[in-house]
């Protein structure tokens, strides 16, 4: 079992920036291996199906979506267990709640081939 909780949610103007945070953690440190999982975030308005929005893959590796690309940053620090993700020049379009998800190694698309999620911070985004 992971778990994971996502901060750094906030009421921005457009063009501002934020950071969102993904701190993990597993029932013991001995069973639990931060560098095995994909971590991924997910974005959801109201009405609107849950989205992909960026990913990081065991082996460092990164997806965006087409939606955020030049605009948001993923990383990870592997001492802290924690995922970011830096968002720049962000639009009213981005306003959502923000989920971390985790699978094991490869990162996925599709919200449903995820076992693991945090419970989302809000971001909104402010014409």
């Known amino acids: 079992q992971v778990q994971l909780i996502e ?3 906030a009421l921005v103007q ?3 920036s934020l950071r969102l945070s993904c701190a993990t953690s597993g029932p013991t440190s001995s069973e639990y291996d931060f560098t095995d999982y994909a971590i991924t975030w997910f974005r959801q308005a109201p009405g609107v199906e849950r989205l992909f929005v ?3 893959s065991w082996s460092d590796t990164t997806s965006y979506a087409d939606s955020v690309k030049g605009r948001f940053s993923i990383s990870r ?3 802290e267990k924690s995922i970011y993700l830096q968002m720049n020049n962000l639009k009213p379009e981005d306003t959502a709640v923000y989920y971390c998800a985790a699978r094991l190694r490869m990162v996925s698309f599709r919200d449903n081939d995820y ?3 945090g419970r989302g911070t809000q971001v909104t985004v402010s014409s």
């Open 7 to 9: 901060s750094g949610g």
């Open 14 to 16: 457009a063009g501002d």
């Open 54 to 56: 960026a990913g990081i």
């Open 77 to 79: 620090d592997i001492a």
């Open 115 to 117: 076992e693991f999620w």
